[in-house]
């Protein structure tokens, strides 16, 4: 780590989805693995959607001692790709060209962070990143979700262009929640608290890697997947 923390270190999940999106948990379910796991903040990035935070939010009043809940989306833009929001709040609407996501997000305390930019396949930024560095506030320079060789060109990027970096698993199903989170030692009581910190690059990311009962789960929820939307058809 950069930074030692002085009394102890903090960890929190930027990047998780739920059955409000293409996930295998509920936010319930979700909370309660995050608090099982030591999570201290978790991030609810359902995709084109709020409703899992919103879900998870009124959830964790109702549970002792739940991590903090981040409000967030991956927002699938038009121009250029997926790109994770995190907010104080949950919403409901919002624009989905870029430029237009950047200026909503000032407008509502919210920050926008490049999800895995050089993924293949993934709707991700990729080259259109570096013309669009003041679009965005931060680098998702670490996704366990994916080939990890993919995730070299955006460490390399932040690097060379001073941006703020940040990790995280992607999860979609339990064994994957916390394999990257990032590392921080300040104490937060909101999540602007957390924002300031990624901001600033008080945060450290974690490159993890999902081992093999990971991956297995995480084909097993793919197949199911795929088998229930056939069915529906």
């Given amino acids: 780590m950069k930074r030692k923390c002085t009394d102890q270190t903090l960890r929190a999940e930027l990047h998780i989805h739920t059955t409000a999106s293409d996930g295998s948990m509920t936010p319930e379910q979700l909370i309660k693995l995050a608090k099982k796991k ?3 903040s978790i991030a609810i990035t359902d995709h084109d959607t709020f409703r899992g935070a919103s879900l998870a939010l009124r959830i964790s009043k109702l549970i002792n001692d739940p991590p903090l ?14 790109i994770i929001v995190l907010c104080q709040e949950p919403h409901e609407d919002y624009p989905k060209h870029l430029a237009e996501l950047k200026d909503w997000g000032k407008e509502n305390n919210c920050i926008l962070i490049a999800a895995h930019p050089y993924h293949i396949g993934r709707h991700s930024i990729g080259k259109h990143i570096k013309e669009n560095l003041d679009l965005i506030d931060a680098i998702e320079i ?12 955006a460490i390399k990027l932040a690097e060379q262009t001073g941006k703020p970096a940040t990790s995280g698993s992607d999860a979609h199903v339990p064994r994957e929640l916390g ?24 945060i450290i990311p974690v490159f993890g890697v999902p081992g093999p009962l990971t991956l297995a789960e995480i084909v097993a929820w793919a197949i199911l997947k795929r088998l229930g939307q056939s069915f529906f058809l």
Avoid: M
Wanted: proline share 9%.
């Fill in 38 to 40: 030591h999570l201290d």
């Fill in 69 to 82: 809940i981040i409000p967030g989306a991956e927002i699938r833009t038009i121009d250029h790709g997926d």
């Fill in 142 to 153: 670490w996704n366990s979700r994916g080939i990890p060789l993919l995730n070299y060109p």
């Fill in 179 to 202: 394999t990257s989170p990032i590392l921080y030692c300040d104490e937060i009581r909101e999540p602007a608290d957390l924002f300031n910190l990624i901001i600033d690059k008080k």
